[in-house]
């Protein structure tokens, strides 16, 4: 799921103030669905983003833990000078962004820093996944997300509401 590449840094190790104001900025957002509920989430996102086909961004880190799984998504506002400036673009970016936080509030989306590498790496093995498609001939979504997705977690005897 990405509109364009994001480059988030510099390409020149000492960057002059030329290069700073050139610089694209980009904004990381955390989504963390529940497990039973990755798909939606993404369905949610993907239903989203066409509704901004103008907005930069990609799906930068997936991580998980026992209750959810966190998807990163990278939104690039643009360059710093054009950002100060509330350009177009950004406003876009921003309006993205906002529309992110109202509409998959159930996914709990949070500001978040840049993922780590191996949240890059697993982004980057999901959307290779979904751009390849399974070797079955399904339909690339529902067949990756089937096999890349974890399953959720059985409820504890605990948490079962007795009938």
Do not use: W
């Not at 949070?110 to 959307?127: C, F, I, K, N, Q």
């Not at 001939?137 to 990756?144: K, N, T």
């Amino acid at each position: 799921m990405q509109h364009s590449a994001v480059n988030g840094s510099g390409t020149d190790a000492t960057p002059t103030a030329a290069t700073e104001d050139q610089e694209t900025v980009v904004v990381h957002v955390q989504l963390r669905p529940r497990r039973g509920s990755t798909r939606r989430c993404l369905a949610a996102l993907a239903e989203l983003a066409g509704g901004h086909p103008d907005v930069s961004f990609e799906l930068s880190g997936v991580s998980k833990d026992d209750r959810v799984v966190r998807v990163t998504i990278g939104v690039e506002l643009g360059p710093r000078a054009a950002v100060a400036r509330f350009s177009p673009q950004a406003q876009a970016a921003y309006a993205f962004v906002s529309e992110l936080f109202t509409s998959l509030y159930d996914h709990m989306p949070v500001y978040t820093v840049e993922p780590s590498g191996a949240e890059r790496a697993a982004a980057a093995d999901l959307m290779a996944r979904l751009v390849s498609g399974p070797a079955t001939g399904a339909a690339p979504a529902a067949g990756v997300l089937a096999a890349a997705l974890p399953a959720p977690r059985q409820a504890r005897p605990a948490e079962q509401i007795l009938a």
